[in-house]
C-alpha cells in the first residue's frame, strides 16, 4: 500500500499565485485532513473532511479551500500565495481519530512564497 | 488554539539515558496519542491512552496519563541515537468533532551516541 501520498514535494509560488496540493490516500480513510508545520507553532489543522463531500474548517482554514468528491482525493487549494503561507503542509488519513484510530501522515510539501 | 503543551522544548541525552517529555492539555479528552516526527519527514503514530487509562507500554516507550491533572508523559527507555527525532502529543478533546486532533508544538529530543 502506498499509503497518504501528496504532490509536490518542494514548490516555489510568488506571490499572488494559485496552485493545488494533491493528496490521496488507498486505505478507504473516512476522515482526511491538512496541517501546516510551522517552527515552534507545531502542527495546526487548515481543514478537514469526514467523508466524500463533507468538509469543514480547521483551525487557520484562511487562504484555502478544500474539497472532497472522492474518498481517496483530498486536494488543497491556495487561491492568491502570500509570503505568510510559507511552510510545510501535511495531509493526514484515518479512520475516526478522536475515537483513537491512527492518524497516517504524508511525508510533506514544503511551500515557499516569494 | 494549541490544546497540548509538550515540555521540555528541546532534550539533549547521552545514548543509554531515559528520556522524558510532558504533555499538558486544557479541556476533557477521549484520548491522547504521541507521534514522532523525523526531520524533514511525516509524522508517525507511536502509542495512544485512553481516557480511562492510566499508563500503557510498547518495547521502550511507556505513556502515563493523569486525567485530573491535564497532563501525560511520555518515557523513552535505554534511548538510542536513532531516538532522535521530534516527538508531539495529540489530544481528541471530549466532545469534540471528529476531525478535532489537536497537536502540541512537540519536544525536540537529541540522542548523542
Known amino acids: 500500500n502506498a499509503g497518504v501520498t501528496q504532490t509536490p514535494k518542494f514548490q516555489v509560488l510568488k506571490t499572488g499565485q494559485s496552485m493545488t496540493l494533491q493528496c490521496a490516500q488507498d486505505?478507504?480513510?473516512?476522515?482526511m485532513s491538512w496541517y501546516r508545520q510551522d517552527p515552534g507553532m507545531g502542527l495546526r489543522l487548515i481543514h478537514y473532511?469526514?467523508?466524500?463531500?463533507?468538509?469543514d474548517q480547521g483551525e487557520v482554514p484562511n487562504g484555502y479551500n478544500v474539497s472532497r468528491s472522492t474518498t481517496e482525493d483530498f486536494p488543497l487549494r491556495l487561491l492568491s500565495a502570500a509570503p505568510s503561507q510559507t511552510s510545510v503542509y501535511f495531509c493526514?488519513?484515518?479512520?475516526?481519530?478522536?475515537?483513537?484510530?491512527?492518524?497516517?501522515f504524508g511525508e510533506g510539501s514544503w511551500l515557499t512564497v516569494v | 488554539s494549541q490544546q497540548g503543551e509538550e515540555d521540555p522544548q528541546a532534550l539533549s541525552i547521552q545514548e543509554g539515558e531515559n528520556a522524558t517529555m510532558n504533555c499538558s492539555y486544557k479541556?476533557?479528552?477521549?484520548?491522547l496519542q504521541w507521534y514522532r516526527q523525523n526531520s524533514g519527514r511525516g509524522l508517525v503514530h507511536l502509542i495512544l491512552?485512553?481516557?480511562?487509562?492510566r499508563e500503557k507500554h510498547s518495547g521502550r516507550l511507556r505513556v502515563t496519563l493523569d486525567t485530573s491533572k491535564k497532563s501525560s508523559s511520555l518515557l523513552i527507555t535505554a534511548s538510542r541515537a536513532a531516538d532522535t527525532a521530534s516527538y508531539f502529543c495529540?489530544?481528541?478533546?471530549?466532545?469534540?468533532?471528529?476531525?478535532?486532533?489537536?497537536f502540541g508544538k512537540g519536544t525536540k529530543l537529541s540522542v548523542k551516541p
Open positions: 479541556t476533557s479528552i477521549n484520548n
Open positions: 491512552i485512553r481516557s480511562n487509562e
Open positions: 473532511s469526514v467523508g466524500a463531500g463533507i468538509t
Open positions: 493526514a488519513s484515518s479512520f475516526r481519530p478522536t475515537s483513537g484510530n491512527t492518524i497516517y
Open positions: 486505505m478507504n480513510h473516512e476522515y
Open positions: 495529540a489530544t481528541a478533546p471530549y466532545g469534540g468533532s471528529q476531525g478535532n486532533l489537536i
